[in-house]
C-alpha cells in the first residue's frame, strides 16, 4: 500500500519519501483516510507505531486544502501533550511533515519564558502543539484565541490524566468549539480515557493496530532479581558484561537518578539525566546529547518514559520497576521502535513483587527470570504468574541454631533498649 492511495497529496507523498517512509504503518493505513474524511478517531496504538504522522499528515492536508486564513492569536488545529519533551518531539514530526506547504506551526509549553509564545502567536498559527498548563496561561493572557480551532488532538491522553491535567483538560475543552474534529490517541485505554472518549468524540472511528496494551513483540524482556540496595552495581555489571551501547534507565526517584548518574561517572562511563527537577533547557539538552551518541546512558525518571523517540535504542533498563503498571508498557516502548529489535531488562527486588504481577497482569505473559552470579537476592522475589498473582511466599533461608540464638538475643537487646528509653 502506497501513502498516495491513502489520498495523501503529492507535496506531501513527495516529503515522506524525502523521509524515507515507504509504507503506511497499520496506525497510518487506518487513521490517515478517517481523518481525511473528517471522522473523529480513538486509536489506540504502540508507541513506536508511528501514530503521530498518522494524525498529523492528514491534518495537515485538510489545513491545506480547507484554505482558511488564520486570524491574529487563532489557531487552527490544536494537539495538547503531557509533557515538555513529547511536545518539542510531535513538533518537529509536524514541521517535517508540513515541509514545504503554506502553514505555520508553533510549539508552547511551560518552563521556559512565556513572551516569544506570546509573539509568535500574534500572527495566528496553523498548527499548535502545546502542554495544557501553559495553553491555559496563554488562553488567561488573552494571547490565544479558539474561535478558529477545527481540530483537536489528544496525544498520549491517558497519560495527560496520570499526570493530573483532567482540570486544565476540561477548562479548555469548555473553551474549544464544540463544532470541531477531534481525535484521541493513546498507548494504554483506561477506564477513564474510556469516559473521556464518550464525552469528547462523535461516532469516532475506532482504531486498534495491537493487541491493547501489549508490548511491542520484537522486544526481548527479561527481568534479574536482586536486592534493592544492590541494583546500582548491578547495572552498572549488566552495562558491563552486555557491552550495551546505550541504555535508557528509568529509575524511581530523582534522588536514585542522581545517584546512579554519578556512580556512573565515577566509572568514567558517559551519562546524564532528565527528571522534574532540572530546568527544561538542560532536559533537552541531555536528550539530543544521549541522541547524538555522546552519552552512553540516560538515566530518567518517568517524565521521560513517554513517546521520547531515540532512534534504534538497543535496550531499555528499569532499574525501578514503575508503580504504574501501563508504565511498564510506555518504558519499554522506548526500545525496539518502527520495527527494530530490542531488549528491555528489568531489575527487580522483593518489595516489587506486586508491580511486577500487575505488570505481567496488564501485558499476559510472565516475564523469564534471571539471576547474576554475585547479585542474587537475599530477600527472595516471591514466584508469580501471568494471571498478575504472587503464587509462592517467598522461602525464608533455613536459619542453624547458632544464627537462631543470636536473633533472640539481638531481640532481648533491642527489648530491653526500648524498655530503658519509655
Ligand atoms: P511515532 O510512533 O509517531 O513516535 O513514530 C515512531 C518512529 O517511526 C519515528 O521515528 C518516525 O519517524 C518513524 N515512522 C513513522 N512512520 C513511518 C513510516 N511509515 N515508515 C518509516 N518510519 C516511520
Given at each position: 500500500m502506497s501513502f498516495a492511495s491513502l489520498g495523501l497529496i503529492d507535496q506531501i507523498v513527495r516529503t515522506l519519501a524525502s523521509l524515507e517512509y515507504t509504507q503506511p504503518t497499520?496506525?497510518?493505513?487506518?487513521?490517515?483516510?478517517?481523518?481525511?474524511?473528517?471522522?473523529?478517531?480513538?486509536?489506540?496504538?504502540?508507541?513506536?507505531?508511528?501514530?503521530?504522522?498518522?494524525?498529523?499528515?492528514?491534518?495537515?492536508?485538510?489545513?491545506?486544502?480547507?484554505?482558511?486564513?488564520?486570524?491574529?492569536?487563532?489557531?487552527?488545529?490544536?494537539?495538547?501533550?503531557?509533557?515538555?519533551?513529547?511536545?518539542?518531539?510531535?513538533?518537529?514530526?509536524?514541521?517535517?511533515?508540513?515541509?514545504?506547504?503554506?502553514?505555520?506551526?508553533?510549539?508552547?509549553?511551560?518552563?521556559?519564558?512565556?513572551?516569544?509564545?506570546?509573539?509568535?502567536?500574534?500572527?495566528?498559527?496553523d498548527v499548535l502543539v502545546a502542554t495544557p498548563g501553559r495553553l491555559l496561561d496563554l488562553q488567561r493572557q488573552n494571547a490565544v484565541k479558539f474561535n478558529q480551532v477545527q481540530a483537536l488532538v489528544l496525544d498520549e491522553a491517558d497519560r495527560m490524566l496520570d499526570l493530573g491535567f483532567s482540570r486544565d483538560i476540561d477548562k479548555l475543552l469548555a473553551l474549544l468549539p464544540k463544532r470541531r474534529q477531534t481525535l484521541l490517541f493513546s498507548a494504554t485505554f483506561s477506564d477513564p480515557i474510556r469516559e473521556l472518549a464518550a464525552r469528547l468524540l462523535h461516532d469516532p472511528v475506532d482504531i486498534e493496530t495491537a493487541p491493547r496494551n501489549t508490548t511491542a513483540k520484537a522486544i526481548r524482556q527479561w527481568i534479574v532479581t536482586t536486592d534493592k540496595k544492590r541494583k546500582p552495581d548491578l547495572f552498572l555489571h549488566l552495562l558491563k558484561r552486555h557491552g550495551w551501547s546505550q541504555v535508557l534507565a528509568f529509575v524511581k526517584t530523582r534522588k536514585g537518578v542522581d545517584q546512579l548518574v554519578d556512580l556512573l561517572a565515577a566509572q568514567g562511563i558517559g551519562a546524564d539525566s532528565i527528571h522534574g527537577d532540572k530546568p527544561q533547557p538542560a532536559r533537552l539538552r541531555a536528550l539530543e546529547r544521549f541522541k547524538a551518541g555522546e552519552v552512553r546512558v540516560l538515566v530518567a525518571t518517568d517524565v521521560a518514559a513517554r513517546g521520547l523517540d531515540i532512534d534504534e535504542l538497543p535496550v531499555v533498563v528499569n532499574v525501578d520497576l514503575p508503580i504504574v503498571a501501563e508504565d511498564y508498557v510506555h518504558r519499554t516502548g522506548r526500545t525496539g521502535r518502527a520495527g527494530a529489535s530490542g531488549e528491555a531488562v528489568s531489575l527487580v527486588c522483593a518489595d516489587?513483587?506486586?508491580?511486577?504481577?500487575?505488570?505481567?497482569?496488564?501485558?499476559?505473559?510472565?516475564?523469564?527470570?534471571k539471576e547474576e552470579a554475585g547479585f542474587e537476592a537475599e530477600h527472595r522475589v516471591p514466584q508469580t504468574n501471568a494471571g498478575g498473582q504472587v503464587v509462592k511466599k517467598p522461602k525464608k533461608p533455613k536459619k542453624n541454631k547458632d544464627e537462631r540464638r543470636a536473633q533472640a538475643d539481638a531481640r532481648v537487646v533491642q527489648e530491653d533498649v526500648r524498655f530503658r528509653r519509655t
Open positions: 497499520p496506525i497510518q493505513a487506518q487513521a490517515i483516510p478517517a481523518v481525511l474524511a473528517g471522522r473523529d478517531v480513538m486509536a489506540a496504538a504502540q508507541t513506536g507505531t508511528g501514530k503521530t504522522a498518522g494524525f498529523a499528515l492528514p491534518l495537515l492536508q485538510r489545513l491545506v486544502q480547507d484554505g482558511a486564513q488564520v486570524g491574529s492569536n487563532a489557531v487552527r488545529a490544536l494537539v495538547l501533550v503531557p509533557t515538555r519533551e513529547l511536545a518539542e518531539q510531535v513538533h518537529e514530526s509536524v514541521r517535517a511533515y508540513g515541509d514545504g506547504l503554506p502553514l505555520r506551526t508553533m510549539v508552547a509549553y511551560g518552563g521556559v519564558s512565556i513572551n516569544p509564545q506570546m509573539m509568535r502567536l500574534r500572527k495566528g498559527v516489587e513483587v506486586q508491580q511486577l504481577a500487575a505488570i505481567e497482569a496488564l501485558t499476559g505473559q510472565t516475564l523469564q527470570r
